[in-house]
């Protein structure tokens, strides 16, 4: 494992069953997804992405091994969010008097992946900070890579998010359950 995708697990707090998240190693996951993702890290413009689909389908393994990908291409600031975890950081960054940094780090950094996206908390607070990271990342081009077991138009996030995710690539990922099929296999 290179140097660098191991201090990225660490910093960015990598779950163990994506240690190994490669796309050459996306069997379960539809070969077109796998194919538009290594045009998507090739390309010098790439899109925002917005990635959904239900339960298991292979949203987080797929933007793990794009972040992987760029990590290993030595990309130099990016960051790997769970959004239940943003979510208690922007919590807590207003207890600490905090928030206008935590925002700013989230709204400034180069390209930013927000892995499951509407598992936070609905509340005004949360939606009026997700349109500030969203807003200003769109407006000033940021790289921004999201992934939901929700469709754009069902998140809880307000309608001004909404709008702005709606020039996001959208993937939606089969509706199938990849981890039940990986234990079928594993038994």
């Given amino acids: 494992m290179k140097e660098n995708w191991k201090n990225a697990i660490k910093m ?27 045009r998507w890290l090739a390309a010098p413009n790439r899109p925002n992405l917005y990635l959904h689909g239900n339960t ?55 390209i930013l992946f927000i892995d499951d996206l509407g598992a936070e908390r609905p509340t005004e607070r949360v939606a009026r900070q997700y349109f500030k990271i969203i807003d200003s990342r769109t407006a000033n081009k940021k790289l921004t890579i999201v992934n939901s077991n929700l469709p754009k138009n069902e998140l809880p996030l307000g309608d001004r998010t909404i709008s702005r995710l709606e020039y996001f690539m959208d993937i939606e990922f089969p509706k199938v359950d990849l981890r039940k099929q990986l234990e079928l296999i594993e038994v």
């Fill in 56 to 110: 298991g389908s292979g949203k987080s393994y797929f933007s793990v091994a794009l972040f992987r990908e760029m990590v290993e291409m030595n990309f130099n600031w990016l960051i790997y969010v769970k959004s239940y975890d943003l979510d208690d950081e922007l919590l807590d960054s207003i207890e600490t008097k905090q928030e206008r940094s935590i925002l700013q780090k989230y709204c400034e950094v180069p």
């Fill in 12 to 38: 960015m707090k990598i779950d163990k069953s994506y240690h190994e998240a490669s796309l050459d190693r996306c069997n379960l996951i539809p070969q077109k997804i796998i194919d538009y993702g290594k």
